[in-house]
Every structure is written in structure tokens, then in C-alpha cells.
């Protein structure tokens, strides 16, 4: 293998304390008579054969350095490195299509992982007897995009461990809920069953799995009930996670905990060990600011020097920006290391192209695909689809039915309503939005800076625009917006069919409501990801077709602008002011998309009350 100028000049480090080793191409691979993959697979990298990013060109720099410049502190030795890659690859089978039954054979970059974790000791000298070489890495931070087979991977890792490592291993796995855990708990254990030979000594029940068969003729010995070794599973939920005494604990999707409540007391659990292993596995999430993102910032301090753990091994595969996600396929592979093994190029290809065009798809596509977060939550919808410059008038519509979205849910100084109609034969979806605002607001002008006008916009001219109502005092009540919906029905005879309302927060005028136009029409339109995914899709998509007349109101055009969305676990996504800003309102969005999840709700029978 051969290395030129140019690929020592693209071999880019963020720690500037190391520095690339000029003479690699001469690394001996072999220890003992061991092939090393941990060397392979850094100079695979090195000649660009295989696209890693910035951040694991660090941790594989650090660990050459130390293996080759440092064995007075670190000392690296196959042979127990290999015991459990050869249990994997002999021991473990599949049971997944389309490899269901097939041995697991690891790819390079597993191998060289499993190398990293078992391979290096360091001394120990706080150990009874004087202190001994003990392994490395207590802990082990494993950051890729996911459907790569990091669960599998990690479970088969750990259940080497459990066979080869010392008797008495006792491992948990845990995650934010019973059934994330459950999912490595049960790959684990599923690899298990494929296997006969484990199968004839161990056994599983509810509590778990151990050691030991009713079957199995030898009572005494590392592979029999007087092996305590055990491996359980516990979520966040669960209460008692302090007192135990672990030796293993793998911590499954971490970047969906908003704090270290889960997993500090299972890492105390772990004190007692002399060479405990604390993983985490995980993709990056949506959740902003929560125990991942502090996490990543501390173990990208331990990449650049800042921070001195060095008994943590920091595996992240990670993009070295989001332009190269959008502008060259070969970079993908840095996030996703096994992509084209079991993870399709085309079906991530597909998700990209959706990306591009889909405003609500886009940040959970970069999160989860390509462990690239949004580090704040930017504008949903662009300017192009939401500028619209088509009017009508209520008086179109007179004697016709419609559907109501109220929003009156988050302050009490400003509210909106929209009233949704169609025709038939007819693409467009018409909305008139009236906005409240309260004289408090409205008489604070625009140059201040006082918390009642934090947007600093002229209210009273919308007011002479007819775009919104000042109401006296400092709180709207639902009535004025019940009363509204009377008004214009008083007007132009325009009868709401369905009236869409936050279900915590428009009590009274759900009430009046039912008065005027009967008990089924008010509508609870729950504010969770379930309800409110489809109608937020839904009006991004008939905003970048145009199909949405909101008669030019400039005030709807600035509730569009500010707003965003944020995503749930499995990508449902639900309106959210941009960077959280309370001058950023979102008053005539989310009226108009309670308007879709009411009309959702009944369209069939709607249109066929408009003749459609």
C-alpha cells in the first residue's frame, strides 16, 4: 500500500497536538504473530480507500500513537481482542432478513473497534497486589447514523464478552423506555437461541438470561449455575437503578434523554470493577440541548486535547460538513460504514431527494441519516412557497359552509382564527385569518423593548388594515373569538361545519360554539406529534404548490416566516417558533394547520355538504 503528498495533505486533524505519522506505510501489522485490523483499517484510511471524517481520523491517529510511541503507558496485546471476534464470527448467527442464519462476519472497521476496546491496558497501580495491566477503555461512545447495524454489533460485542471474559459478568441494557431497551436485550438473546452451543448452557426467563441449563450434565464450571453471571434489561422508567453492581452496561439510543438521570446511577454501578465497559450506541436526535449533545461536546473536547480521559474510547462517525450530505455521495460513507452492506446507497439517495424538497423531512433526514443536527431550529418553509400575492373575499363564499381552526393556546395577547374553504373541482384551499391582539400589546409601540411587544410591530396599522382586532385590556378571552365566528356567519351566512380547537385551552369557546351551531360541531384538535404531523405536512405542501390563498394577509405571511418545526423519535413532526423566541409568533400557522387536522377529520363528509 502506497501513500502520496496529497493524501497526507487530505488527512486533516483536529487535535494539533498529533502529528500524522510521515513513515505509516512501514506500520507493522503483526503483534505476536496477530494481524493486526486496528492498523489495517488505519491505513485503508489513510490512502483514502476507506472516507472516514475529521473526528475518527483523530481517535485512529491517537490510537496508532499509542500503540507505536507510547508502550510505556499503554500496552496493546491481541490475543484477547481476537478470542472474542473469533467467537463472534464462529459462535454468532443472524436471525434477521436477509442474513437470517448466516454466520456474523465483521467488517474491518468492526474488527478494528473490537481491537481498540480489548487490545490496549494500561497500568493500574490503585489495584490490590501492587496494581496490574487492566484494559484501557472503561467506557465507549459508539456515534453512527442509523440502520448501519450498530445494535446488532454491539450486542454480538457484548456477548463475547459475557463467554470469554471472566465468570460472574453481569451486564444490563438499558434505554429511554422498556422497549428500546428490550431491542438489544432481545438481539442479544436472539443470537443466543441461533446458536446450539450457548443454547446448551444457558438459560433465559423473565429476569433475564444466565448461565446454566436444566439439561446440561455438568453442574460446576464457567459455563454452569455456579457462573452468577447474568443479562437484564431496565428503562429510564424503572426506579432502583442504584445498589446494583455491574460489570457491563450497554445504554441504547441516548440522544432521546434530556438529562443524566438514567444513566449516572448505572455508571456508579460500575465503581466496584476493575475493568467495568460503559457504552453508549446511538444516532443523533432532535432533542435540543439534552444529555447527547452534552455528551458530543465533552468528547469532542477529549478529541482536541482539551480534556484528559483517556480511558474513553470516542468513535464517531461524523460528517466534516453539511454541504458534502447534499453535494457528493462518496462522503456518506463517513457516517454510514456500512453503507452498500447493509445499508442501501439508493434508499439513502431516496431520503436525500425528499430532503432537498421537504422542509419538515430535512432536519430529521440530516440527524438520523447522517448525524448532522440542526444546531437551532431554523426556518420550516421558504420564502418562495409562502409568498402568494392571490385574494378573494368572504362574500365569495356567502352561504357556504367551512371549517374553523382557532388557536388560542400559547399567550393570551395575541390568537388567531382561520376559516378553510374549498370548491369543487377546485386545487385551491382558501383561508381568511382574523388575528387579536390586546391594547397592552398594541399600544406598546415598535421601538421599545418591552416584554409586552417583544416582535415590535405595528398592531394598530394591521388594525386599519383589517388584518387584526385590538382588544381592550391585557388578555383576550375566548369569547371574542367565539363571537367572531357568530359575526361573520351573521354576515355572510358562512356556517362553520367543523370548528378546530386546542383542547386545554379554548374551553369557553368550544361552549359558545356548540350553542350557536350545534354540539358536534367544536372539534379537539390534540397539540402532540400524532394529531398535528399530516396537517403540518400537509400545508407545506399545498404552500409550495400554491395552493393556498390566505388573501395576501401580511400578517399570515409573517406567521410563515416564523416558524419552524421539530421532530419526535420516529420523525413526526409538529410546528415550533424558530429558535424558541417568543417574539417569533406562530398564531395564523398553527390556526391554519388546526383548520387541516379538523378538516382531516371530516373531509369526505365536508365536501360533499359543498357539492364536491
Same mark, same amino acid.
Given at each position: 500500500?502506497?501513500?502520496?503528498?496529497?493524501?497526507?495533505?487530505?488527512?486533516?486533524?483536529?487535535?494539533?497536538? %498529533?502529528?500524522?505519522?510521515?513513515?505509516?506505510?512501514?506500520? #507493522?501489522?503483526?503483534?505476536?504473530?496477530?494481524?493486526?485490523?486496528?492498523?489495517?483499517?488505519?491505513?485503508?484510511?489513510?490512502?483514502?480507500?476507506? #472516507?472516514?471524517?475529521?473526528?475518527?481520523?483523530?481517535?485512529?491517529?491517537?490510537?496508532?500513537?499509542?500503540?507505536?510511541?507510547?508502550?510505556?503507558?499503554?500496552? *496493546?496485546?491481541?490475543?484477547?481482542?481476537?478470542?472474542?471476534?473469533?467467537? %463472534?464470527?464462529?459462535?454468532?448467527?443472524? *436471525?434477521?432478513?436477509?442474513?437470517?442464519?448466516?454466520? *456474523?462476519?465483521?467488517?474491518?472497521?468492526?474488527?478494528?473497534?473490537?481491537?481498540?476496546?480489548?487490545?490496549?491496558?494500561? *497500568?493500574?497501580?490503585?489495584?490490590?497486589?501492587?496494581?496490574?495491566?487492566?484494559?484501557?477503555?472503561?467506557?465507549?461512545?459508539?456515534?453512527?447514523?442509523?440502520?448501519?447495524?450498530?445494535?446488532?454489533?454491539?450486542?454480538?460485542?457484548?456477548?463475547?464478552?459475557?463467554?470469554?471474559?471472566?465468570?460472574?459478568?453481569?451486564?444490563?441494557?438499558?434505554?429511554?423506555?422498556?422497549?428500546?431497551?428490550?431491542?438489544?436485550?432481545?438481539?442479544?438473546?436472539?443470537? $443466543?437461541?441461533?446458536?446450539?452451543?450457548?443454547?446448551?448452557?444457558?438459560?433465559?426467563?423473565?429476569?433475564?438470561?444466565?448461565?446454566?441449563?436444566?439439561?446440561?450434565?455438568?453442574?460446576?464450571?464457567?459455563?454452569?449455575?455456579?457462573?452468577?453471571?447474568? %443479562?437484564?434489561?431496565?428503562?429510564?422508567?424503572?426506579?432502583?437503578?442504584?445498589?446494583?453492581?455491574?460489570?457491563?452496561?450497554?445504554?441504547?439510543?441516548?440522544?432521546?434523554?434530556?438529562?443524566?438521570?438514567?444513566?449516572?446511577?448505572?455508571?456508579?454501578?460500575?465503581?466496584?470493577?476493575?475493568?467495568?465497559?460503559?457504552?453508549?450506541?446511538?444516532?443523533?436526535?432532535?432533542?435540543?440541548?439534552?444529555?447527547?449533545?452534552?455528551?458530543?461536546?465533552?468528547? $469532542?473536547?477529549?478529541?482536541?486535547?482539551?480534556?484528559?480521559?483517556?480511558?474513553?474510547?470516542?468513535?464517531?462517525?461524523?460528517?466534516?460538513?453539511?454541504?458534502?450530505?447534499?453535494?457528493?455521495?462518496?462522503?456518506?460513507?463517513?457516517?454510514?460504514?456500512?453503507?452498500?452492506?447493509?445499508?442501501?446507497?439508493?434508499?439513502?439517495?431516496?431520503?436525500?431527494?425528499?430532503? $432537498?424538497?421537504?422542509?419538515?423531512?430535512r432536519a430529521f433526514t440530516l440527524a438520523k441519516e447522517f448525524n448532522w443536527k440542526q444546531l437551532a431550529i431554523g426556518a420550516w418553509l421558504k420564502e418562495e412557497y409562502i409568498i402568494n400575492e392571490a385574494t378573494f373575499d368572504l362574500s365569495d363564499f356567502k352561504n357556504n359552509w367551512c371549517i374553523v381552526?382557532?388557536?388560542?393556546?400559547?399567550? #393570551?395577547?395575541?390568537?388567531?382564527?382561520?376559516?378553510?374553504?374549498?370548491?369543487?373541482?377546485?386545487?385551491?384551499?382558501?383561508?381568511?385569518?382574523?388575528?387579536?391582539?390586546?391594547?397592552?400589546?398594541?399600544?406598546?409601540?415598535?421601538?421599545?423593548?418591552?416584554?409586552?411587544?417583544?416582535?415590535?410591530?405595528?398592531?394598530?396599522?394591521?388594525?386599519?388594515?383589517?388584518?387584526?382586532?385590538?382588544?381592550?385590556?391585557?388578555?383576550?378571552?375566548?369569547?371574542?373569538?367565539?363571537?367572531?365566528?357568530?359575526?361573520?356567519?351573521?354576515?355572510?351566512?358562512?356556517?362553520?361545519?367543523?370548528?378546530?380547537?386546542?383542547?386545554?385551552?379554548?374551553?369557553?369557546?368550544?361552549?359558545?360554539?356548540?350553542?350557536?351551531?350545534?354540539?358536534?360541531?367544536?372539534?379537539?384538535?390534540?397539540?402532540?406529534?400524532?394529531?398535528?404531523? %399530516?396537517?403540518?405536512?400537509?400545508?407545506?405542501?399545498?404552500?409550495?404548490?400554491?395552493?393556498?390563498?390566505?388573501?395576501? #394577509?401580511?400578517?399570515?405571511?409573517?406567521?410563515?416566516?416564523?416558524?419552524?418545526?421539530?421532530?419526535?423519535?420516529?420523525?413526526?413532526?409538529?410546528?415550533?417558533?424558530?429558535?424558541?423566541?417568543?417574539?417569533?409568533?406562530?398564531?395564523?400557522?398553527?390556526?391554519?394547520?388546526?383548520?387541516?387536522?379538523?378538516?382531516?377529520?371530516?373531509?369526505?363528509?365536508?365536501?360533499?355538504?359543498?357539492?364536491?
Open positions: 500500500m502506497t501513500i502520496t503528498n496529497n493524501d497526507l495533505i487530505e488527512w486533516k486533524l483536529v487535535n494539533p497536538d %498529533i502529528v500524522p505519522i510521515d513513515g505509516w506505510t512501514v506500520l #507493522n501489522e503483526e503483534f505476536d504473530g496477530r494481524h493486526s485490523y486496528l492498523v489495517e483499517y488505519y491505513k485503508l484510511c489513510r490512502s483514502g480507500k476507506k #472516507n472516514i471524517g475529521r473526528e475518527l481520523k483523530t481517535m485512529l491517529e491517537t490510537l496508532i500513537q499509542n500503540i507505536y510511541f507510547h508502550g510505556d503507558i499503554y500496552h *496493546f496485546d491481541l490475543e484477547q481482542a481476537h478470542k472474542r471476534i473469533k467467537f %463472534i464470527e464462529n459462535e454468532v448467527k443472524h *436471525f434477521e432478513s436477509p442474513f437470517a442464519g448466516k454466520p *456474523f462476519l465483521l467488517e474491518i472497521n468492526q474488527k478494528a473497534i473490537a481491537e481498540a476496546l480489548f487490545g490496549f491496558y494500561i *497500568f493500574d497501580d490503585e489495584l490490590l497486589g501492587g496494581g496490574r495491566w487492566v484494559r484501557q477503555y472503561k467506557e465507549f461512545l459508539l456515534f453512527m447514523a442509523r440502520k448501519n447495524g450498530k445494535t446488532p454489533f454491539v450486542a454480538a460485542l457484548v456477548l463475547a464478552e459475557w463467554f470469554c471474559g471472566e465468570a460472574g459478568q453481569k451486564v444490563m441494557c438499558a434505554s429511554n423506555d422498556y422497549e428500546q431497551a428490550a431491542l438489544i436485550f432481545d438481539c442479544i438473546n436472539n443470537f $443466543r437461541e441461533e446458536s446450539r452451543a450457548m443454547q446448551k448452557v444457558t438459560r433465559k426467563n423473565i429476569k433475564g438470561i444466565f448461565f446454566g441449563n436444566p439439561k446440561q450434565r455438568k453442574k460446576t464450571g464457567k459455563f454452569s449455575k455456579q457462573n452468577k453471571g447474568s %443479562i437484564k434489561k431496565m428503562s429510564a422508567l424503572a426506579g432502583a437503578k442504584e445498589g446494583r453492581n455491574l460489570k457491563i452496561v450497554i445504554v441504547d439510543e441516548v440522544h432521546e434523554m434530556k438529562d443524566r438521570t438514567t444513566v449516572m446511577p448505572l455508571r456508579s454501578s460500575l465503581t466496584t470493577q476493575d475493568e467495568p465497559l460503559y457504552i453508549e450506541i446511538t444516532t443523533d436526535g432532535v432533542v435540543q440541548d439534552g444529555y447527547l449533545d452534552e455528551r458530543l461536546a465533552e468528547a $469532542r473536547k477529549v478529541l482536541k486535547g482539551e480534556i484528559d480521559k483517556p480511558r474513553w474510547l470516542v468513535w464517531l462517525y461524523t460528517q466534516d460538513s453539511e454541504d458534502e450530505i447534499w453535494n457528493d455521495e462518496s462522503s456518506w460513507t463517513k457516517s454510514n460504514p456500512m453503507l452498500g452492506v447493509v445499508k442501501k446507497i439508493s434508499d439513502l439517495r431516496d431520503l436525500v431527494e425528499d430532503a $432537498r424538497s421537504n422542509g419538515a423531512q381552526g382557532a388557536d388560542l393556546a400559547e399567550t #393570551n395577547d395575541l390568537c388567531a382564527v382561520t376559516f378553510l374553504f374549498m370548491k369543487p373541482n377546485d386545487p385551491t384551499i382558501y383561508m381568511h385569518t382574523m388575528y387579536f391582539v390586546t391594547s397592552l400589546k398594541a399600544n406598546d409601540g415598535q421601538s421599545t423593548d418591552s416584554p409586552t411587544n417583544p416582535e415590535k410591530k405595528d398592531y394598530k396599522q394591521w388594525a386599519d388594515d383589517g388584518l387584526c382586532r385590538i382588544i381592550d385590556g391585557g388578555i383576550i378571552d375566548d369569547d371574542v373569538v367565539a363571537n367572531y365566528v357568530r359575526e361573520v356567519y351573521d354576515k355572510f351566512g358562512i356556517r362553520p361545519y367543523k370548528a378546530g380547537y386546542d383542547q386545554w385551552h379554548a374551553k369557553e369557546f368550544a361552549k359558545i360554539t356548540a350553542k350557536n351551531f350545534g354540539d358536534n360541531v367544536p372539534l379537539k384538535i390534540k397539540m402532540n406529534y400524532d394529531t398535528l404531523n %399530516i396537517p403540518t405536512r400537509t400545508l407545506e405542501v399545498e404552500l409550495r404548490a400554491h395552493h393556498i390563498n390566505y388573501n395576501n #394577509n401580511e400578517m399570515c405571511r409573517w406567521c410563515l416566516k416564523n416558524t419552524a418545526v421539530k421532530h419526535n423519535n420516529i420523525g413526526y413532526v409538529m410546528p415550533d417558533k424558530i429558535g424558541g423566541y417568543i417574539g417569533n409568533k406562530i398564531d395564523g400557522t398553527m390556526s391554519k394547520i388546526i383548520a387541516l387536522a379538523a378538516l382531516r377529520e371530516c373531509k369526505t363528509a365536508f365536501m360533499s355538504k359543498i357539492g364536491g
